[in-house]
């Protein structure tokens, strides 16, 4: 009876085993569950942007060349201390100086290229004076003569076309220019009674601007940039006169020119610089 009864237990338990190796075969194998996207935004140069520059002004052309004077009357005629030199034929004076304002502008890209418009404003201390002397000679007393010519302040509305290398943009602008000058010009000659010619003129002039710059996106929504402009206002014409010593109406006309080069840095805060999210798996 005990064989009988370890028999049966043994064959239950067999039976229990492939019972449960069957029911575990036939459970659903675990779904797959694939990992989520990693989300990136794309930098973009699209959009508006705001920004403070800063920078000097170099070269340009000598401004303040003769250009007319009196020949007549007699009593009048420059011609004698044009020819000795009492009278300059140049005074040489440069724009150079420094400058500093704010830009905004705006972008559009399509593909690595870049289309934009910017619009600037600077107060600027561009200028100079140049004095001549002259000693005496040729039957002319002696004189000393001073030009000015100073630029207070210039914008430009311009546009711009860049290539763009990921958050580097190289481009290129061009566009209007306007600002103040003021000329000056003074042929003082000893004695006074020989000649006290002064005269000056202040104008808003009307020009273009040109160059080239670089920009670079160096954390989300911001870029430096350096850039170079070369910047004309035309050219101003200034009488002087000497209508005490001379009432007749003797004149020297000089020609001064508003031209010069620019290298400025600047930094800008980008308003829309992230643009469509893209998915990597």
């Known amino acids: 009876m005990k064989k009988v009864l370890l028999s049966t237990a043994v064959a239950l338990v067999g039976i229990a085993t492939v019972a449960g190796s069957a029911s575990a075969a036939d459970l659903a194998a675990r779904p797959y569950t694939k990992a989520p996207p990693i989300v990136e935004p794309i ?43 009492g009278t300059p034929r140049a005074l040489g004076v440069k724009h150079n100086g420094g400058f500093g304002g704010g830009q905004i502008g705006y972008n559009w890209q399509t593909g690595p290229w870049v289309w934009g418009l910017e619009t600037d404003i600077q107060g600027a201390s561009i200028g100079s004076a140049s004095t001549v002397v002259f000693p005496g000679g040729g039957g002319i007393v002696p004189s000393v003569s001073t030009g000015r010519d100073r630029i207070d302040w210039f914008g430009t509305f311009r546009g711009r076309v860049g290539y763009a290398a990921d958050r580097v943009l190289f481009y290129a602008t061009g566009g209007l220019a306007y600002g103040e000058a003021k000329s000056s010009i003074s042929n003082i000659y000893t004695p006074n009674t020989a000649g006290v010619f002064v005269g000056s003129k202040s104008d808003t002039r009307v020009g273009w601007a040109a160059g080239a710059g ?68």
């Open 214 to 281: 670089i920009e670079w996106a160096f954390l989300p929504g911001w870029s430096l940039k350096g850039e170079y402009l070369h910047v004309d206002l035309g050219r101003t014409s200034v009488n002087a006169t000497d209508p005490i010593n001379f009432p007749g109406g003797a004149f020297a006309t000089y020609r001064f020119k508003h031209d010069f080069d620019s290298a400025r840095v600047g930094i800008n805060y980008h308003f829309n610089s992230l643009g469509p999210i893209l998915a990597k798996y």
């Open 43 to 85: 930098f973009t140069w699209t959009g508006w942007y705001i920004g403070v520059n800063g920078g000097g002004s170099f070269g340009g052309s000598s401004t303040g060349k003769l250009a007319a004077f009196s020949t007549a009357p007699a009593g009048n005629d420059f011609t004698p201390a044009v020819a000795a030199g």
